[in-house]
């Protein structure tokens, strides 16, 4: 089999775990499968530079000295405790070395002039993935597999200049990583890609977005046509609802994208959608395996998925914190543009919009909002529209949750959402709002946040979730 393998910044978030990572790569690419590995940053590493960034525009000088040499002297530990030769060792601690140097010699002189362009944010902010992907190289070296680093870049991945969320041009950067990477990988060597940063056509290294590395995994599994792209985690696989709040929660064994989808917005910790997107659109497999049980399949998220009798119910989860927003007014009625622009200026402010629904009645639009956004919305949405007639109040509420109930078999299954709804009246819990998507995938509704696990457990029960 050909695999990308990518492992996130908690996978990797010492020598030990850079170590764990190894014999897992050693122990596939061992029995003759082809693997290409994807790595995060060391855990909270970016957000480190992130930090650091903001405190050379600020020109803290001996803040970002600091900063800089800290996280050189956490990557030497952790090659230090990763690698054995003595060789191996002298050569990555070199090419750490040289890179950290040039992280300290940015961020002074970002911190000398006390700007910081969009442009070197994302230079500074790429760091991470350029210190960990010569680092897991060199473990894989000295657990005796061929090995060589690579940045998005040098891979081959290409994207335009949309600095901090770049889009990567699909077709060049297909071409361009087949080119660099099969051949090493024909040759059982296993390239280690930075994930998270790529360049432009004209070489300026960009980001893909936050979490964006298991985006470049699903970009190099494109490329290459891997067999599979395997995400590691350290949970066991996609739950049926959180573990924490409910005892017999179980392993999903597969999923399709859309309802991998559905989850994610929905607050699971899943797959970057930003992945999951790529993958279905290359028809491309995805594995969640855990690092703590390697042999386990994991779970699986596939295009489509057979709904087997009586479950239309896939998984249960939740968000904390969310505000309810509503808008309301008499004069409402018929002005169909409204919904588009209150969902106009919540984009321009870059607020994200979890649920809206509006009433029948077209009395009232709800909005479910991130609780750090709420009161920016709110004000946001009472300055553009209070004078405009058609709105009389702006209103919002915190202290809520949101629910959803997730499952392609839900479609076209009437009675699950009566169901869902006799349930929670059974346990007493009041719903504020409602919403369900057109693809009929999820119910989705928000109630007071103490009761959340009251309603995940009683809804996996009364789905029949439970192991
Ligand atoms: N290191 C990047 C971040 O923290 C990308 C990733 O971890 O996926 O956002
Ligand atoms: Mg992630």
Not at 276 to 285: I, N, W
Not at 353 to 376: D, F, M, N, R, W
């Amino acid at each position: 089999m050909r695999l990308v393998m990518k492992f996130g910044g908690v996978s990797v978030a010492d020598g030990a775990k850079f170590r764990k990572v190894g014999t897992i790569v050693h122990k596939f690419a061992g029995k003759g499968d082809q693997v290409a590995v994807v790595t995060s940053a060391m855990h909270s590493v970016t957000n480190t530079l992130v930090d650091a960034a903001n405190q050379a525009s600020r020109k803290k000088k001996d803040h970002v000295r600091k900063a800089a040499e800290d996280l050189a002297e956490r990557h030497r530990k952790a090659a230090e405790e990763a690698i054995r030769d003595k060789a191996v060792l002298a050569k990555t601690l070199e090419s750490l070395n040289a890179t950290c140097e040039d992280l300290k010699n940015v961020l002074l002189g970002i911190a000398h002039i006390g700007e910081l362009t969009p442009r070197s944010k994302d230079y500074v902010i790429g760091f991470g993935e350029r210190l960990s992907a010569p680092l897991l190289a060199g473990v894989l070296q000295d657990l005796g597999m061929k090995s060589a680093a690579f940045t998005g870049g040098e891979a081959g991945i290409v994207t335009d200049d949309n600095v901090g969320a770049a889009q990567p041009l699909m077709n060049v950067t297909m071409l361009q990583v087949r080119q660099s990477l099969d051949p090493l990988l024909d040759e059982a060597v296993i390239p280690v890609i930075s994930g998270f940063i790529a360049q432009t056509q004209e070489g300026i290294q960009t980001t893909i977005g936050r979490g964006g590395s298991d985006f470049t995994a699903s970009v190099i599994g494109a490329s290459v046509r891997s067999d599979e792209v395997w995400v590691w985690k350290d949970v066991d696989g996609l739950m049926t609802a959180n573990p924490k709040m409910v005892k017999d929660a179980k392993m999903i064994d597969s999923i399709s994208f859309a309802e991998a989808m559905e989850l994610a917005h929905f607050g699971a910790e899943v797959v970057h959608p930003k992945a999951l997107e790529c993958a279905a659109k290359y028809k491309l497999p995805f594995r969640i395996k855990s690092v703590t049980a390697p042999e386990r399949p994991g779970t699986s998220i596939v295009s489509e998925v057979k709904v087997r009798d009586g479950s239309v119910v896939k998984a249960i989860t939740n968000i904390n914190d969310v505000d309810l927003i509503t808008v309301s007014g008499a004069s409402m009625v018929g002005t169909p543009r409204l919904p588009a622009k209150v969902l106009q200026i919540l984009t321009d402010e870059e607020i994200d919009v979890l649920l809206i629904s509006q009433s029948s009645s077209e009395e009232s639009i709800t909005l479910a909002i991130p609780k750090e956004g709420g009161s920016k919305a709110q004000n946001a949405l009472e300055l553009s529209l209070l004078g405009s007639k058609q709105v009389r109040e702006v209103s919002m509420e915190g202290g809520l949750s949101i629910v959803a109930v997730v499952g392609a078999g839900m479609r076209g299954t009437p009675g699950v959402a009566a169901r869902v709804f006799t349930t929670m009246a059974k346990e007493d819990i009041n719903i504020r709002a409602i919403a369900q998507g057109s693809s009929e995938l999820n119910i989705s509704f928000m109630i007071r946040k103490k009761d959340t696990e009251k309603a995940v457990r009683a809804l996996h029960d009364d789905f029949k979730l439970g192991g």
